[in-house]
């Protein structure tokens, strides 16, 4: 079993999540479908990854979903 900082394998919903479409970075959506919000962070769900994972990042950086791609897929960063 692999744990890795900031990624949560299992859905978490005992807070409910909205405003679905206020994805603050559209340009990841190629990569990731935004689930929602969590207080001062983002539920962002990796569509690459063959399990559901969800990657929480803090609203006003997007590098903990970018480390993500570049870690797990690094073949998608190439372009
Ligand atoms: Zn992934």
Not at 25 to 54: H, N
Request: proline content about 5%; some cysteine; overall charge negative.
């Amino acid at each position: 079993m692999e744990t890795e900082d900031n990624t949560v394998n299992c859905e978490n919903d005992e807070e409910k999540m909205d405003d679905k479409s206020e994805n603050p970075w559209p340009y990841l959506e190629e990569f990731f479908m935004y689930r929602g919000k969590k207080g001062d962070s983002v539920q962002m769900q990796c569509k690459l990854c063959l399990t559901a994972t969800i990657i929480s990042a803090y609203k006003t950086s997007a590098s903990n979903p970018k480390k993500h791609i570049s870690r797990k897929h690094p073949s998608k960063m190439e372009q």
